[in-house]
């Protein structure tokens, strides 16, 4: 097959990560006959500094005619420390999502039996975990109207959804748990928000269509707490924007690192593949960031995008077999030695090579 691969490396460690994510699936391509083609886009603070825009017009056209995009991380510090800044990063990654309609972003969290000591959270509440969220990404409150109003003394930010926005996301999730254990939670603020009134009603409305899929209604600040006592009782969750954004990074850690999930953006045309966790400033060209959660990403990309399961699945398990032998990051080492993102990449390419 000829995969057309738009590559966005990024920001911070992005680089870093991408190059072990393009390592591995070059092998992975190679091993079962495929051809890919990467084409290199720039974004974010890369692309300020050389444009003056995180997401060109080039670039938005390299990810429209690829297959999929691979993401590494955008964002850095300076922009962060700056509130004048008139462009930042986040406003690329933001225009990229909404002009490549990728409204459906899907975050799983499942636990690596290898790093069960790893977590913040006692064995016994984790062992099991296997959810996935269905955040919405291209409505609510991140795309509504916003300003400020008496000389800049009061700001407001509003939330707006659409019936066929959450429809579209809705059946994304009833799908989605059709292919689990059928079990959907609708995330949202019932008891308080209209437009979470007109989720729960949209929803309610098209249980009908899935009569398999046993659903329930969960108020967020709920679902916050349930997923740290007992996040093994989820199975796929879908919810608004912004609860998802901090649903995700709460259920990103139940596994050990933030280094380890992966996340697809996906709509009806465009699909783009990135890790969860961020630009990681700091590390920037240590050479130490966790690649996992990239890789990952793209064993989602042969999958998702392209149907190629054994792909994916033979990507998964040389991660599980990098993490049973010990082979990994700093951020997940027991005392044992750190070894480098590189490393870890190369490590991953030679288990490829030999399974
Ligand atoms: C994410 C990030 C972004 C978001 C930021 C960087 C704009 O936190 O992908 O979750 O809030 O969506
Ligand atoms: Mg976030």
Redesign the pocket.
Known sequence: MNLNIALLAGDGIGPEIIDQAVKVSNAIAEKFGHDINWTPALTGAAAIDAVGDPYPDETHAICEAADAVLFGA??LPRFDNDPSAKVRP?QG??RMRKKLGLYA?VRPTFTFPSLIDKSPLKQERIEGTDLVFLRE?TGGI?FGERGRLNNGNTAFDTCTYHREEIIRLAKKGFELAMTRSKRLCCVDKANVLESSRLWRETVQAMEKDYPEVEVSYELVDAVAMRLVQWPNSYDVLITE?LFG?IL??EASVISGSMGLMPSASVGNDNALYEP?H?SYPQATGLNLANPLATVLSAAMLFEMSFSLHEEGALIRKVVEQSLADGFVTEDLTNGGEAQKTSAVGDYLVDLIKKA
Do not use: A, V
């Open positions: 955008i964002g986040e990654l933001l972003n990404l991140y924007n954004d995700t990074d969860i961020g």
